[in-house]
């Protein structure tokens, strides 16, 4: 059976702002150790979101070995394998563009910011399969903060880490790279829009995109983009590879939506990692709390 193993890690108890205080401590630890942010080192005082939903959590297994990162292959089990010398410290952030504080941040510095969460988010592919995962981070929209967009950046574009050297499968991928997606502003300023540093406990393992991605909960699991280098906010919409690659299937929105299907994958339902049945597919994935995002659009043309 590959559900339920959430009771395998534990959740701290205390107070966000001592988790805080004992989590600078730890950093710092990590840091002079030189141990800092290999892939499952086990992240302390993350602290317990309200953002969790009731379905049993997939295993972790699940969730690590079933990927998309077609910079390490097109084939769901070789991210695990091909990623798995990927050099995810140190790592640097460039935050740029319409921002009146542009600067480069350490990996190590924006998890400083704010204490971090554990989230259980439902996540669903454009290829109707879904998961849940115990995502850790914290709100996008703390980092973006720091840098004080000004008045002329209305879209968010983010860009992934690129080396042919390191990717050598990315020649064969058939996408354009560097992957890069985008938010609307307001899209990623929404507090569930998640800066994730970690699952299950743990620093997040190459192949799920360490040492920083986006997880994007209401919209298809593409526009989660991994292994984050660069975040330009902008006054244009920003483009998105899987648009690039196939603009008759992709749309720059990407809002979950099980009335609107992709010409290949009916969007009505979706199999969860590990069940035979279907479940049907809910608008936003679940997060009605987004729909004021998208009033007044017509939701079948904004794909
Ligand atoms: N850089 C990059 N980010 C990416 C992808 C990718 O190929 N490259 N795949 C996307 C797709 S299609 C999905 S479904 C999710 C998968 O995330 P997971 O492997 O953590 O489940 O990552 C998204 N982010
Ligand atoms: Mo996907």
Redesign the pocket.
């Known amino acids: 059976m590959l559900i339920g193993k959430a009771s395998e890690y534990r959740y701290s108890e205390i107070t966000p702002q001592s988790v805080f205080l004992r989590r600078r401590e730890f950093l710092a630890a990590m840091m002079a150790s030189g141990s800092a942010f290999a892939a499952g080192t086990k992240l302390e005082g993350v602290v317990k979101s309200n953002y969790k939903v009731d379905d049993a959590v997939n295993s972790y297994k699940d969730?690590t070995t079933y990927?998309?990162?077609?910079?390490f292959g097109t084939q769901k089990e070789l991210?695990a394998i091909q990623a798995r010398n990927f050099k995810t410290s140190p790592w640097t952030v460039s935050i740029e563009g319409d921002c009146a504080k542009p600067r480069k941040f350490s990996v190590e510095e924006i998890m400083k910011l704010a204490p971090l969460e554990e989230r259980v988010y439902r996540?669903r592919?454009v290829e109707a399969w879904s998961m849940i995962v115990p995502w850790i981070g914290f709100s996008l929209s703390t980092l973006l903060k720091q840098v004080e967009p000004t008045a002329k950046a209305k879209f968010v574009a983010f860009e992934?880490y690129y080396n042919r050297k390191e990717m050598p499968s990315s020649n064969y991928a058939g996408i354009p790279f560097p992957?890069v997606d985008g938010l609307r502003l307001d899209e990623a300023m929404h507090p569930l829009a998640l800066l994730t540093f970690g699952m299950y406990g743990e620093m997040l393992p190459p192949?799920?995109?360490a040492p920083i991605r986006m997880i994007v909960p209401w919209k298809y699991?593409?526009k989660?983009?991994?292994?984050i280098a660069k975040i330009k906010l902008q006054s244009s919409m920003p483009p998105v590879t899987w648009n690039l690659a196939i603009p008759h299937e992709y749309g720059f929105y990407s809002n979950v939506n099980p009335r609107v299907d992709h010409p290949r994958w009916s969007q009505g339902s979706e199999r969860r990692l590990g069940e035979f049945r279907k479940r049907p597919t809910l608008m936003f994935n679940g997060y009605d709390e987004v729909a004021g995002l998208y009033s007044g659009m017509d939701l079948k043309k904004f794909i």
Do not use: D, M, R, V
């Open positions: 969730a990927n998309n990162f077609y910079e991210p996540f592919c992934t992957y192949q799920n995109g699991g593409f989660s983009i991994k292994s």
